[in-house]
């Protein structure tokens, strides 16, 4: 058992010096050099990705974005969001004109591969 658990760390080791550091990506080294990350929402989903009467976005999706632009410049402010249609939402992000894309979209094997596409964590199921 020790044996196994010292080559189990010794692999760890030589993949990690292997790996080396992760990179942050283009899209990550403009929206820094942009100074704000273009998200988007669905804008008309109540409680999802929606204005309110003082055209603040409001919503579990608009958090999401307010999160990541958190996450990036320590600042929720530093997002702006673009309203998508469902037939909109993966050609907007496939062309740059958003940077995440943060409403809803089913992850099927087909979207990442022929599309492209790095889900991330599910934030929300549906039945």
Request: charged residues 20%; aromatic residues 10%; hydrophobic residues 45%.
């Amino acid at each position: 058992m020790r044996h196994i658990r010292f080559c189990m760390a010794v692999l760890a080791i030589i993949l990690c010096c292997w790996a080396g550091p992760a990179q942050a990506g283009e899209t990550l080294d403009a929206v820094r050099a942009r100074g704000f990350v273009q998200v988007g929402v669905n804008g008309s989903l109540f409680g999802f990705g929606m204005p309110d009467d003082k055209g603040v976005w409001r919503g579990l999706d608009s958090d999401t974005g307010r999160a990541v632009a958190t996450a990036i410049f320590g600042d929720p402010e530093k997002v702006k969001f673009t309203p998508l249609t469902a037939v909109q939402r993966f050609t907007a992000l496939q062309s740059g004109e958003i940077d995440v894309l943060c409403r809803n979209a089913t992850r099927t094997l087909s979207r990442e591969t022929a599309l492209g596409l790095d889900f991330v964590q599910v934030n929300y199921y549906d039945g």
